[in-house]
């Protein structure tokens, strides 16, 4: 036995190495979908805590026949339940976006006090009253 890597890589020809890689991400496709279907089941509101329970101990158990059934059971509703989630969380961010700006919008108070001043709809004293309590809030 010469122990040298040399020799080794020699006895593992290429197709092997082809095969090995395909059953690798093979296998990091199939940990991917599990997880993807767990999420899917804690996630659903409709689903009550039985059926989510039935269907984790479905998917341990039995992981491929659980995953396929799974898939072909629900499949459809994953991605719908996946856009309505997206579109919260879209809908969720932009109202904070809203009512971040229009706490933080005394810039805009102030614009639109400095435009009734120049028109003459207030008077100067006006303005720095109104002024004072848009800064003061």
Request: hydrophobic share 50%; glycine share 8%.
């Amino acid at each position: 036995m010469n122990g040298s890597t040399l020799d080794l890589a020699a006895d593992y020809p290429l197709l092997n190495v082809f095969w090995t890689t395909m059953w690798f991400f093979l296998w990091i496709l199939w940990f991917m979908l599990l997880f993807r279907v767990i999420g899917d089941i804690f996630r659903d509101d409709a689903l009550s805590g039985w059926g989510k329970a039935g269907w984790c101990v479905f998917v341990v158990i039995l992981p491929f026949l659980g995953i396929f059934v799974y898939l072909i059971a629900r499949g459809r509703g994953m991605g719908e339940r996946e856009m309505k989630r997206v579109q919260r969380s879209q809908e969720d961010m932009n109202s904070y976006i809203r009512e971040t700006a229009g706490t933080t919008g005394k810039a805009d108070e102030l614009a639109k006090l400095a435009d009734l001043k120049s028109h003459g709809h207030i008077t100067a004293e006006e303005f720095e009253q109104a002024k004072a309590k848009v800064l003061a809030a």
